[in-house]
Nanobody, 125 residues
Framework: VQLQASGGGLVQAGGSLRPACAAS????????MGWFRQSPGKEREFVAG????????YYTDSVKGRFTISRDNAKNTVYLQMNSLKPGNTAVYYC???????????????????WGQGTQVTVSS
């Protein structure tokens, strides 16, 4: 499977962005999907995850109430709606597919086997 992330950009603090992750090659409908981010000099960290069914979601504490992950299995695409953005949210955002088919959402980078190329999100103050 190939994952293509898009929809990042430059936005002022308080603004919104909605990156998308389009999968090709095969369906990802049986896999949990995650969004991660990485800033220069820092490790890649989990931001949000969605179960393969779309019924369950999980967020890192710092984005709860501001970010929403969703998926459209008919389009083979996962989204991350980001509202009330802060300068500290500046990073490259990556989407990823969990290794285990129909497995639960996981936060560990090593549990994900396929990664998109990343999309830059820059929030100015």
């Amino acid at each position: 499977v190939q994952l293509q992330a898009s929809g990042g950009g430059l936005v002022q603090a308080g603004g919104s962005l909605r990156p998308a992750c389009a999968a090709s090659g095969r369906t990802v409908s049986s896999y949990a999907m995650g969004w991660f981010r990485q800033s220069p000099g820092k490790e890649r960290e989990f931001v949000a995850g969605i179960s393969w069914s779309g019924f369950y979601t999980y967020y890192t504490d710092s984005v709860k109430g501001r970010f929403t992950i969703s998926r459209d299995n008919a389009k083979n695409t996962v989204y991350l709606q980001m509202n009330s953005l802060k300068p500290g949210n500046t990073a490259v955002y990556y989407c990823a597919q969990l290794r285990a088919r129909k497995g639960p959402i996981r936060q560990e980078v090593t549990e994900y086997g396929y990664w998109g190329q990343g999309t830059q999100v820059t929030v100015s103050s």
